[in-house]
């Protein structure tokens, strides 16, 4: 599966941001769908997961209740809607994509990466 983020930008904080991961390739309904997000001199972090219906999702501590992962299978696109937004929210965001759902994934359960799309939140 090929993955293109998109809709990252510069957003003081308390604001909003829409992310978005559109999917080629593979039945899109197959795959269970990650955002991870990487700040400037740290390691990559997971922010959130959801399973292949959307059904179920899960989040990273930092984010819970902030920030909310929805898919739209028809059409093959994964969001991540950002709210309250932090300086330290800042990162590059990347999708990812795997055909096994996993709660609290680490990276490496993640077989297929987009390109990553820059937020900056402003203080």
């Known amino acids: 599966v090929q993955l293109q983020a998109s809709g990252g930008g510069l957003v003081q904080a308390g604001g909003s941001l829409r992310l978005s991961c559109a999917a080629s390739g593979r039945t899109f309904s197959s795959w269970a769908m990650g955002w991870f997000r990487q700040a400037p001199g740290k390691e990559r972090e997971f922010v959130a997961t959801i399973s292949w219906s959307g059904g179920v999702t899960y989040y990273a501590d930092s984010v819970k209740g902030r920030f909310t992962i929805s898919r739209d299978n028809a059409k093959n696109t994964v969001y991540l809607q950002m709210n309250s937004l932090k300086p330290e929210d800042t990162a590059v965001y990347y999708c990812?994509?795997?055909?096994?759902?996993?709660?609290?994934?680490?990276?490496?359960?993640?077989?297929?990466w987009g390109q990553g799309t820059l937020v900056t939140v402003s203080s």
């Open positions: 990812a994509a795997d055909s096994k759902y996993y709660s609290d994934p680490q990276i490496d359960d993640f077989g297929s």
